[in-house]
C-alpha cells in the first residue's frame, strides 16, 4: 500500500544550527511533492513545490530536494530560529499521472522541529 | 490578505447531534478540500470539488458524513448522526485550480463529540 514516513520523533536543534527533515514514501510515483508548515491549533501553511523533473528547490533559508530514484525528501532549514518551531508537513500528489490532472494531496504525519536558543 | 473562512472554530457536541461545518474559499479558488486531522491518522482527505461539482468522496464515512457546494462560495461538510469516534480537527482548504498550486488551508474546525 503507499506509505508516507516522516520522522515522528521531534527534532530538537540549537538556534542556528541547520534543521533536516526527512520525507520517504513507497508506492507512489508523485508528480511533485510539497513541504507546509503548521503551528499548533493553526491550518497547515504552504512553503514550497518541487516537481518530479527537479533535483532543488530553494527559498530563502528554505532548501528541499527531490530523489525519485531513492523515494526521499529532503526539508532544510538552515540558519535556524525559535521561531521556526513548528510541525512540518511532506504532501505528496500523484494524480497529474494517474487521475486526468485533479489535485489529491496525501499528507505525512509531520515532524515536530523545535529549535532552542 | 484572502484566506479560507470555516466556522465554527469550536464545536462541543452530544453523540447524535447533526453537526455542520461551513467552509468560505478563497475568491476565485475553484477546488475545495475537506480534510479531518487526528493524533493518530494525521491529515486524512475525505472529500474534493472543482467548480463545485464532487470529484473525489472516498475518503468519507458515506452513512454519516455529507459533503456539498450550494455556492461557489460556501462549503458545507455535515456529520449526521455524530459519534465520539468523530472528534478531530476538521479543515478546509481551496486551490486556484487542479494542477498542483498551492493549497490553502483555514484555520479548522474543533469538534469534540462526548
Known amino acids: 500500500s503507499q506509505k508516507i514516513e516522516q520522522n515522528s520523533e521531534a527534532l530538537n536543534i540549537q538556534e542556528g544550527k541547520t534543521a533536516t527533515l526527512t520525507c520517504n514514501y513507497t508506492n507512489y510515483s508523485p508528480a511533485y511533492l510539497q513541504w507546509y508548515r503548521q503551528d499548533p491549533g493553526r491550518g497547515p501553511v504552504f512553503l514550497l513545490l518541487i516537481r518530479e523533473n527537479e533535483k532543488e528547490k530553494r527559498k530563502e533559508r528554505l532548501k528541499v530536494t527531490f530523489d525519485t530514484t531513492l523515494k526521499q525528501s529532503l526539508f532544510h532549514i538552515t540558519a535556524s530560529q525559535p521561531a521556526d518551531s513548528a510541525t512540518y508537513l511532506c504532501a505528496l500528489d500523484r494524480s497529474l499521472r494517474f487521475s486526468g490532472g485533479y489535485n489529491k494531496l496525501i499528507f505525512g504525519a509531520g515532524t515536530r522541529l523545535a529549535v532552542h536558543p | 490578505d484572502a484566506r479560507v473562512t470555516q466556522t465554527p472554530r469550536h464545536k462541543v457536541t452530544e453523540m447524535g447531534q447533526e453537526v455542520t461545518m461551513r467552509c468560505q474559499p478563497i475568491?476565485?479558488?475553484?477546488?475545495v478540500f475537506w480534510y479531518r486531522q487526528t493524533m493518530m491518522q494525521g491529515l486524512e482527505l475525505l472529500a474534493y470539488f472543482r467548480n463545485r461539482a464532487p470529484l473525489d468522496d472516498s475518503g468519507m464515512p458515506k452513512d454519516r458524513f455529507s459533503a456539498e457546494m450550494p455556492d461557489a462560495t460556501l462549503a458545507t461538510l455535515k456529520i449526521q448522526p455524530s459519534e465520539p469516534r468523530d472528534s478531530a480537527v476538521y479543515f478546509c482548504?481551496?486551490?486556484?485550480?487542479?494542477?498542483?498550486?498551492?493549497?490553502?488551508f483555514g484555520e479548522g474546525s474543533w469538534l469534540t463529540v462526548v
Open positions: 475568491l476565485g479558488h475553484n477546488t
Open positions: 482548504a481551496s486551490a486556484e485550480d487542479s494542477t498542483g498550486n498551492t493549497i490553502y
